[in-house]
Protein backbone atom coordinates (compact mmCIF):
# COMPACT_ATOMS: atom_id res chain seq x y z
CA UNK A 1 0.00 0.00 0.00
CA UNK A 2 1.72 3.28 -0.92
CA UNK A 3 1.31 6.34 1.57
CA UNK A 4 -2.30 8.22 1.57
CA UNK A 5 -1.80 12.27 2.17
CA UNK A 6 1.31 13.35 4.95
CA UNK A 7 4.96 12.08 3.77
CA UNK A 8 5.84 8.51 5.12
CA UNK A 9 9.66 9.44 5.02
CA UNK A 10 9.01 12.20 7.06
CA UNK A 11 7.17 10.35 9.22
CA UNK A 12 9.78 7.55 9.52
CA UNK A 13 12.45 10.31 10.26
CA UNK A 14 10.35 12.22 13.22
CA UNK A 15 9.58 8.64 14.44
CA UNK A 16 13.64 7.40 14.32
CA UNK A 17 14.23 10.93 16.28
CA UNK A 18 11.77 11.35 18.54
CA UNK A 19 9.84 13.86 17.00
CA UNK A 20 6.24 12.85 18.40
CA UNK A 21 4.25 16.42 17.21
CA UNK A 22 5.50 15.36 13.91
CA UNK A 23 5.11 11.70 14.00
CA UNK A 24 1.18 12.80 15.14
CA UNK A 25 0.97 15.26 12.25
CA UNK A 26 1.85 12.40 9.49
CA UNK A 27 -0.31 9.89 10.83
CA UNK A 28 -3.08 12.10 11.32
CA UNK A 29 -2.67 13.43 7.67
CA UNK A 30 -3.51 9.52 6.71
CA UNK A 31 0.16 7.84 6.76
CA UNK A 32 0.17 4.01 6.44
CA UNK A 33 2.32 3.67 9.68
CA UNK A 34 2.74 0.15 8.69
CA UNK A 35 4.36 0.41 5.25
CA UNK A 36 6.96 -0.70 4.68
CA UNK A 37 9.44 1.99 2.31
CA UNK A 38 11.82 -0.21 -0.61
CA UNK A 39 14.55 2.69 0.20
CA UNK A 40 14.29 1.92 4.26
CA UNK A 41 13.14 -1.73 4.23
CA UNK A 42 11.74 -1.62 7.61
CA UNK A 43 8.85 0.31 9.61
CA UNK A 44 8.38 3.37 11.48
CA UNK A 45 7.90 1.67 14.99
CA UNK A 46 10.77 -0.29 14.48
CA UNK A 47 12.57 3.08 14.09
CA UNK A 48 11.30 3.96 16.83
CA UNK A 49 12.10 1.14 18.91
CA UNK A 50 15.44 1.29 18.00
CA UNK A 51 16.66 3.95 18.79
CA UNK A 52 14.30 4.09 22.30
CA UNK A 53 11.62 7.08 21.64
CA UNK A 54 9.11 5.42 24.01
CA UNK A 55 6.58 8.14 23.38
CA UNK A 56 6.71 7.85 19.58
CA UNK A 57 6.59 3.88 20.19
CA UNK A 58 3.54 3.78 22.00
CA UNK A 59 1.72 6.41 19.72
CA UNK A 60 2.60 4.07 16.96
CA UNK A 61 1.01 1.09 18.49
CA UNK A 62 -1.58 3.00 19.92
CA UNK A 63 -2.43 4.09 16.02
CA UNK A 64 -2.42 0.42 14.46
CA UNK A 65 1.69 -0.16 14.03
CA UNK A 66 1.79 -3.73 13.75
CA UNK A 67 2.82 -5.14 16.69
CA UNK A 68 4.20 -8.43 15.18
CA UNK A 69 5.30 -6.79 12.04
CA UNK A 70 8.58 -8.42 10.67
CA UNK A 71 11.13 -6.34 8.37
CA UNK A 72 10.59 -7.40 4.79
CA UNK A 73 13.94 -8.06 3.75
CA UNK A 74 15.05 -9.11 7.59
CA UNK A 75 14.36 -11.20 10.43
CA UNK A 76 13.70 -8.04 13.07
CA UNK A 77 10.33 -7.81 14.47
CA UNK A 78 9.28 -4.73 17.02
CA UNK A 79 10.00 -7.33 20.08
CA UNK A 80 13.58 -8.75 18.95
CA UNK A 81 14.15 -4.71 18.74
CA UNK A 82 13.07 -3.79 21.82
CA UNK A 83 15.34 -6.94 23.68
CA UNK A 84 18.23 -5.83 22.16
CA UNK A 85 17.91 -2.31 23.66
CA UNK A 86 17.68 -3.93 27.14
CA UNK A 87 15.40 -0.84 27.92
CA UNK A 88 12.78 -2.74 30.19
CA UNK A 89 10.02 -0.03 29.73
CA UNK A 90 9.94 -0.71 26.17
CA UNK A 91 10.47 -4.03 26.23
CA UNK A 92 7.00 -3.99 28.72
CA UNK A 93 5.57 -1.61 26.39
CA UNK A 94 5.90 -3.71 22.90
CA UNK A 95 5.67 -7.13 25.17
CA UNK A 96 2.11 -5.68 26.01
CA UNK A 97 0.87 -5.11 22.47
CA UNK A 98 2.95 -8.23 20.89
CA UNK A 99 0.39 -10.45 22.19
CA UNK A 100 -2.71 -8.71 21.19
CA UNK A 101 -3.02 -9.87 17.76
CA UNK A 102 -0.27 -12.80 17.71
CA UNK A 103 -0.81 -15.04 15.00
CA UNK A 104 -0.30 -17.66 17.66
CA UNK A 105 -3.06 -16.56 20.34
CA UNK A 106 -5.86 -18.27 17.81
CA UNK A 107 -4.31 -21.22 19.28
CA UNK A 108 -5.92 -22.26 22.73
CA UNK A 109 -3.76 -24.93 24.54
CA UNK A 110 -4.59 -26.33 28.02
CA UNK A 111 -2.21 -28.04 30.44
CA UNK A 112 -2.48 -30.23 33.45
CA UNK A 113 -0.45 -29.59 36.92
CA UNK A 114 0.04 -26.29 35.43
CA UNK A 115 1.01 -24.58 39.09
CA UNK A 116 4.95 -26.35 39.25
CA UNK A 117 7.05 -27.67 38.10
CA UNK A 118 7.41 -29.28 34.08
CA UNK A 119 3.59 -27.86 33.77
CA UNK A 120 4.43 -24.46 34.67
CA UNK A 121 6.92 -24.05 32.40
CA UNK A 122 5.02 -25.14 29.64
CA UNK A 123 2.48 -22.59 30.51
CA UNK A 124 5.25 -20.04 30.76
CA UNK A 125 6.63 -20.89 27.30
CA UNK A 126 3.57 -21.17 25.40
CA UNK A 127 2.59 -17.65 26.47
CA UNK A 128 6.05 -16.66 25.62
CA UNK A 129 5.28 -17.80 22.00
CA UNK A 130 2.18 -15.96 22.11
CA UNK A 131 -0.33 -18.72 22.37
CA UNK A 132 -3.44 -18.94 24.65
CA UNK A 133 -3.09 -21.05 27.75
CA UNK A 134 -5.71 -22.48 30.63
CA UNK A 135 -3.19 -24.38 33.15
CA UNK A 136 -5.35 -26.75 35.65
CA UNK A 137 -4.61 -26.82 39.04
CA UNK A 138 -5.80 -28.47 42.04
CA UNK A 139 -6.29 -25.42 44.67
CA UNK A 140 -7.26 -22.47 43.33
CA UNK A 141 -4.68 -20.37 45.34
CA UNK A 142 -2.19 -21.75 43.96
CA UNK A 143 -4.25 -21.30 40.38
CA UNK A 144 -4.88 -18.06 40.91
CA UNK A 145 -0.86 -16.82 42.08
CA UNK A 146 0.39 -18.74 38.98
CA UNK A 147 -1.70 -16.68 36.78
CA UNK A 148 -0.68 -13.71 38.20
CA UNK A 149 3.01 -14.16 38.15
CA UNK A 150 2.94 -15.84 34.22
CA UNK A 151 0.95 -12.95 32.91
CA UNK A 152 3.50 -10.50 34.94
CA UNK A 153 6.81 -12.85 33.57
CA UNK A 154 5.48 -12.62 29.89
CA UNK A 155 3.29 -10.34 29.91
CA UNK A 156 0.96 -12.39 27.73
CA UNK A 157 -2.70 -11.48 29.86
CA UNK A 158 -4.27 -14.93 27.99
CA UNK A 159 -3.39 -17.55 30.77
CA UNK A 160 -6.33 -18.71 32.89
CA UNK A 161 -6.85 -21.68 35.49
CA UNK A 162 -9.76 -24.08 36.07
CA UNK A 163 -9.26 -25.63 39.12
CA UNK A 164 -9.69 -29.62 38.92
CA UNK A 165 -8.53 -32.75 40.81
CA UNK A 166 -6.95 -36.00 38.93
CA UNK A 167 -6.96 -37.80 41.64
CA UNK A 168 -10.86 -40.06 40.72
CA UNK A 169 -12.48 -40.47 38.17
CA UNK A 170 -15.60 -38.66 39.53
CA UNK A 171 -13.24 -35.31 39.78
CA UNK A 172 -11.84 -35.93 36.59
CA UNK A 173 -14.98 -35.98 34.99
CA UNK A 174 -16.11 -32.63 37.05
CA UNK A 175 -12.96 -30.84 35.25
CA UNK A 176 -13.80 -32.49 32.22
CA UNK A 177 -17.30 -30.83 32.33
CA UNK A 178 -15.60 -27.32 33.57
CA UNK A 179 -13.41 -27.27 30.69
CA UNK A 180 -16.26 -28.12 27.87
CA UNK A 181 -18.06 -25.28 29.67
CA UNK A 182 -15.38 -22.55 29.90
CA UNK A 183 -13.10 -23.15 27.01
CA UNK A 184 -14.82 -25.68 24.38
CA UNK A 185 -12.22 -24.16 21.85
CA UNK A 186 -9.25 -25.60 23.10
CA UNK A 187 -7.24 -26.93 20.13
CA UNK A 188 -4.59 -28.96 22.37
CA UNK A 189 -4.60 -30.94 25.35
CA UNK A 190 -0.97 -31.46 27.69
CA UNK A 191 -1.78 -34.07 30.12
CA UNK A 192 1.27 -33.01 32.12
CA UNK A 193 0.02 -33.91 36.17
CA UNK A 194 1.86 -36.63 37.20
CA UNK A 195 2.78 -38.11 40.50
CA UNK A 196 5.61 -40.93 42.03
CA UNK A 197 4.09 -42.04 44.81
CA UNK A 198 6.41 -43.36 48.05
CA UNK A 199 3.67 -45.25 49.44
CA UNK A 200 0.46 -47.23 48.40
CA UNK A 201 -2.22 -44.86 48.27
CA UNK A 202 -5.89 -46.14 47.26
CA UNK A 203 -8.33 -43.76 46.09
CA UNK A 204 -12.05 -43.64 46.31
CA UNK A 205 -12.48 -45.88 43.28
CA UNK A 206 -10.21 -48.59 45.06
CA UNK A 207 -7.43 -47.45 42.57
CA UNK A 208 -3.90 -47.06 43.47
CA UNK A 209 -3.23 -43.29 43.04
CA UNK A 210 0.06 -43.74 40.08
CA UNK A 211 -1.98 -45.23 37.99
CA UNK A 212 -5.21 -43.04 38.49
CA UNK A 213 -3.22 -39.73 38.16
CA UNK A 214 -0.40 -40.95 35.53
CA UNK A 215 -2.95 -43.57 32.88
CA UNK A 216 -6.73 -43.14 34.20
CA UNK A 217 -6.35 -39.52 34.27
CA UNK A 218 -5.23 -38.84 30.90
CA UNK A 219 -7.00 -41.17 29.58
CA UNK A 220 -10.66 -40.18 30.62
CA UNK A 221 -9.27 -35.84 29.46
CA UNK A 222 -8.23 -37.28 26.29
CA UNK A 223 -11.41 -39.44 24.88
CA UNK A 224 -13.69 -37.35 26.92
CA UNK A 225 -12.49 -33.94 25.54
CA UNK A 226 -11.93 -35.58 21.86
CA UNK A 227 -15.31 -34.11 20.72
CA UNK A 228 -14.54 -30.62 21.15
CA UNK A 229 -10.45 -30.96 19.89
CA UNK A 230 -12.33 -32.59 16.79
CA UNK A 231 -14.37 -29.72 16.68
CA UNK A 232 -11.23 -27.66 16.65
CA UNK A 233 -8.71 -29.21 14.42
CA UNK A 234 -6.29 -29.76 13.65
CA UNK A 235 -5.90 -30.58 17.51
CA UNK A 236 -3.34 -32.36 19.72
CA UNK A 237 -2.83 -34.77 22.94
CA UNK A 238 0.50 -34.82 24.13
CA UNK A 239 0.59 -36.99 26.95
CA UNK A 240 4.18 -36.40 29.04
CA UNK A 241 5.44 -39.41 29.78
CA UNK A 242 8.36 -41.01 30.96
CA UNK A 243 11.53 -42.59 30.02
CA UNK A 244 11.43 -44.76 32.69
CA UNK A 245 7.93 -46.66 31.34
CA UNK A 246 10.54 -49.41 29.46
CA UNK A 247 11.65 -50.27 33.12
CA UNK A 248 7.51 -51.05 33.95
CA UNK A 249 5.87 -54.64 34.20
CA UNK A 250 2.15 -54.30 34.02
CA UNK A 251 -0.17 -57.41 35.21
CA UNK A 252 -3.35 -56.29 34.71
CA UNK A 253 -5.37 -58.15 37.26
CA UNK A 254 -3.02 -56.56 40.02
CA UNK A 255 -1.66 -53.45 39.11
CA UNK A 256 -4.94 -51.20 38.68
CA UNK A 257 -5.52 -51.71 42.11
CA UNK A 258 -1.50 -51.52 43.69
CA UNK A 259 -1.75 -54.78 44.59
CA UNK A 260 1.92 -55.44 42.67
CA UNK A 261 2.78 -51.48 44.53
CA UNK A 262 6.61 -50.60 44.66
CA UNK A 263 7.83 -47.58 45.65
CA UNK A 264 10.61 -48.27 42.53
CA UNK A 265 8.25 -50.12 39.80
CA UNK A 266 4.73 -48.66 40.16
CA UNK A 267 5.58 -44.93 38.75
CA UNK A 268 7.21 -47.03 35.37
CA UNK A 269 3.98 -49.36 35.64
CA UNK A 270 1.47 -46.41 35.63
CA UNK A 271 3.48 -44.68 32.48
CA UNK A 272 3.84 -48.12 30.66
CA UNK A 273 -0.45 -48.12 30.34
CA UNK A 274 -0.14 -44.14 29.27
CA UNK A 275 2.08 -45.20 26.21
CA UNK A 276 -0.29 -48.53 25.48
CA UNK A 277 -3.00 -45.74 25.54
CA UNK A 278 -1.13 -43.39 23.55
CA UNK A 279 -0.87 -45.62 20.41
CA UNK A 280 -3.89 -47.30 20.98
CA UNK A 281 -5.94 -44.20 20.67
CA UNK A 282 -3.87 -42.71 18.00
CA UNK A 283 -4.90 -45.64 16.13
CA UNK A 284 -8.97 -44.57 17.00
CA UNK A 285 -7.97 -41.00 16.25
CA UNK A 286 -7.52 -41.28 12.82
CA UNK A 287 -8.93 -39.05 10.44
CA UNK A 288 -10.35 -37.38 13.04
CA UNK A 289 -7.86 -34.44 13.11
CA UNK A 290 -6.67 -34.77 16.24
CA UNK A 291 -3.03 -36.16 17.33
CA UNK A 292 -2.07 -37.92 20.19
CA UNK A 293 1.71 -38.43 21.13
CA UNK A 294 3.89 -39.35 24.08
CA UNK A 295 7.11 -37.86 25.54
CA UNK A 296 9.83 -38.28 27.95
CA UNK A 297 10.64 -34.18 28.49
CA UNK A 298 14.41 -35.39 30.34
CA UNK A 299 15.34 -35.52 33.76
CA UNK A 300 14.59 -32.30 35.61
CA UNK A 301 15.46 -30.54 38.59
CA UNK A 302 11.15 -30.56 40.30
CA UNK A 303 9.31 -31.94 42.91
CA UNK A 304 8.33 -35.24 41.21
CA UNK A 305 9.04 -37.66 44.27
CA UNK A 306 10.19 -35.71 46.15
CA UNK A 307 9.80 -37.47 49.79
CA UNK A 308 12.37 -38.81 51.96
CA UNK A 309 11.58 -42.37 51.24
CA UNK A 310 11.91 -41.56 47.37
CA UNK A 311 15.11 -39.74 47.43
CA UNK A 312 18.17 -40.47 49.41
CA UNK A 313 20.35 -37.45 50.33
CA UNK A 314 22.74 -38.63 47.96
CA UNK A 315 19.93 -37.96 45.35
CA UNK A 316 18.85 -34.89 46.85
CA UNK A 317 22.28 -33.66 46.13
CA UNK A 318 23.05 -34.78 42.77
CA UNK A 319 19.58 -33.47 41.96
CA UNK A 320 20.72 -30.44 42.33
CA UNK A 321 22.38 -30.90 38.68
CA UNK A 322 19.67 -32.08 37.20
CA UNK A 323 18.01 -29.32 34.49
CA UNK A 324 15.66 -26.76 35.34
CA UNK A 325 11.54 -27.12 34.28
CA UNK A 326 12.15 -24.68 31.36
CA UNK A 327 14.51 -27.37 29.56
CA UNK A 328 11.76 -29.82 30.62
CA UNK A 329 9.36 -27.55 28.95
CA UNK A 330 11.01 -27.85 25.71
CA UNK A 331 9.95 -31.22 24.34
CA UNK A 332 6.41 -30.91 25.28
CA UNK A 333 5.98 -27.63 23.86
CA UNK A 334 7.59 -28.88 20.36
CA UNK A 335 4.98 -31.69 20.32
CA UNK A 336 2.06 -29.52 20.88
CA UNK A 337 2.80 -26.88 18.59
CA UNK A 338 5.06 -27.24 15.68
CA UNK A 339 4.96 -27.58 12.30
CA UNK A 340 6.93 -30.41 11.61
CA UNK A 341 4.71 -32.66 13.52
CA UNK A 342 1.46 -31.59 11.85
CA UNK A 343 -0.47 -34.77 11.91
CA UNK A 344 2.36 -37.16 12.88
CA UNK A 345 0.30 -39.77 15.65
CA UNK A 346 1.16 -42.41 18.19
CA UNK A 347 4.62 -41.76 18.13
CA UNK A 348 6.64 -41.89 21.58
CA UNK A 349 9.53 -39.09 21.74
CA UNK A 350 12.56 -38.86 24.02
CA UNK A 351 13.01 -35.40 24.41
CA UNK A 352 12.74 -34.54 20.38
CA UNK A 353 14.05 -37.97 19.51
CA UNK A 354 11.82 -40.12 18.05
CA UNK A 355 11.98 -43.67 19.72
CA UNK A 356 10.93 -47.29 18.92
CA UNK A 357 8.73 -48.31 21.30
CA UNK A 358 9.64 -51.06 23.76
CA UNK A 359 8.27 -54.64 22.97
CA UNK A 360 5.94 -54.50 26.24
CA UNK A 361 4.19 -51.62 24.81
CA UNK A 362 3.88 -53.40 21.59
CA UNK A 363 2.36 -56.47 22.83
CA UNK A 364 -1.51 -56.11 21.31
CA UNK A 365 -3.00 -58.75 23.64
CA UNK A 366 -1.68 -56.65 26.87
CA UNK A 367 -2.79 -53.37 25.89
CA UNK A 368 -6.35 -54.85 24.39
CA UNK A 369 -6.41 -56.59 28.18
CA UNK A 370 -5.50 -53.07 29.86
CA UNK A 371 -8.02 -51.51 27.31
CA UNK A 372 -11.04 -53.75 28.50
CA UNK A 373 -10.16 -53.39 32.07
CA UNK A 374 -10.13 -49.65 31.85
CA UNK A 375 -13.00 -49.42 30.05
CA UNK A 376 -14.76 -51.69 33.04
CA UNK A 377 -13.56 -49.47 35.56
CA UNK A 378 -15.17 -46.24 33.93
CA UNK A 379 -18.11 -48.14 33.39
CA UNK A 380 -18.65 -49.42 37.23
CA UNK A 381 -17.56 -45.86 38.28
N1 LIG B 1 10.88 -34.42 36.56
C1 LIG B 1 11.33 -35.36 35.75
O1 LIG B 1 12.55 -35.65 35.70
C2 LIG B 1 10.37 -36.11 34.86
C3 LIG B 1 10.89 -37.12 34.02
C4 LIG B 1 10.03 -37.83 33.22
C5 LIG B 1 8.69 -37.52 33.21
N2 LIG B 1 8.20 -36.54 34.04
C6 LIG B 1 6.75 -36.27 34.00
O2 LIG B 1 6.53 -34.88 33.87
C7 LIG B 1 5.24 -34.55 34.39
C8 LIG B 1 5.35 -33.33 35.29
O3 LIG B 1 6.10 -33.70 36.43
P1 LIG B 1 7.05 -32.71 37.25
O4 LIG B 1 8.40 -33.30 37.19
O5 LIG B 1 6.84 -31.32 36.83
O6 LIG B 1 6.48 -32.98 38.73
P2 LIG B 1 5.99 -32.00 39.88
O7 LIG B 1 6.90 -30.85 40.03
O8 LIG B 1 5.80 -32.91 41.06
O9 LIG B 1 4.57 -31.48 39.37
C9 LIG B 1 3.49 -32.36 39.27
C10 LIG B 1 2.26 -31.59 38.87
O10 LIG B 1 1.16 -32.52 38.78
C11 LIG B 1 0.10 -32.06 39.61
N3 LIG B 1 -0.66 -33.15 40.21
C12 LIG B 1 -0.21 -34.20 40.92
N4 LIG B 1 -1.24 -34.95 41.36
C13 LIG B 1 -2.36 -34.35 40.93
C14 LIG B 1 -3.74 -34.62 41.07
N5 LIG B 1 -4.19 -35.67 41.78
N6 LIG B 1 -4.62 -33.80 40.48
C15 LIG B 1 -4.21 -32.73 39.78
N7 LIG B 1 -2.93 -32.41 39.62
C16 LIG B 1 -2.01 -33.20 40.20
C17 LIG B 1 0.80 -31.26 40.73
O11 LIG B 1 -0.15 -30.43 41.37
P3 LIG B 1 -0.01 -30.09 42.97
O12 LIG B 1 0.94 -28.96 43.07
O13 LIG B 1 -1.40 -29.75 43.39
O14 LIG B 1 0.51 -31.32 43.63
C18 LIG B 1 1.84 -30.53 39.90
O15 LIG B 1 1.28 -29.44 39.26
C19 LIG B 1 4.75 -35.80 35.10
O16 LIG B 1 3.81 -36.48 34.29
C20 LIG B 1 6.00 -36.64 35.27
O17 LIG B 1 5.73 -38.01 35.35
C21 LIG B 1 9.02 -35.84 34.87
New binding site residues.
Given amino acids: MTPAGGNWKELYHAAQHGNLELVKYHVQSGVDVNYQHPEFMTTPLIASIENQQYEVAKFLLESGADPNAKEVFGTQTPLSTAQATKNEKLITLVQSFHYLNHPNSRRKIIV??????????IAQQLLTDGYEVVI????EK?GNEVVEELAATTQNSKISFVQ????SIQ?CRALVATIKEKHSDINVLI??????MADKTMNADGLE?SF???YI?PYILSKELTPILAKNKPARIVN?????YVTGGLDVKKTPYGEDFSSMKT?ANS?LCNTMFTIDYAKELEGSGVTINAV???????????SPKLMSRMVKMVKRF??K?EY?AIAPVWLATSEELAGVSGNFYNEKKLMPYSKKVLAEKERLYLQKTTEAILADA
Avoid: C, F, Q
Wanted: net charge positive.
Fill in positions: TGGNRGIGKATTRKAGDLSSNNAGVWMMVNAVNAGLYKHPGVINTGLGDWKPG
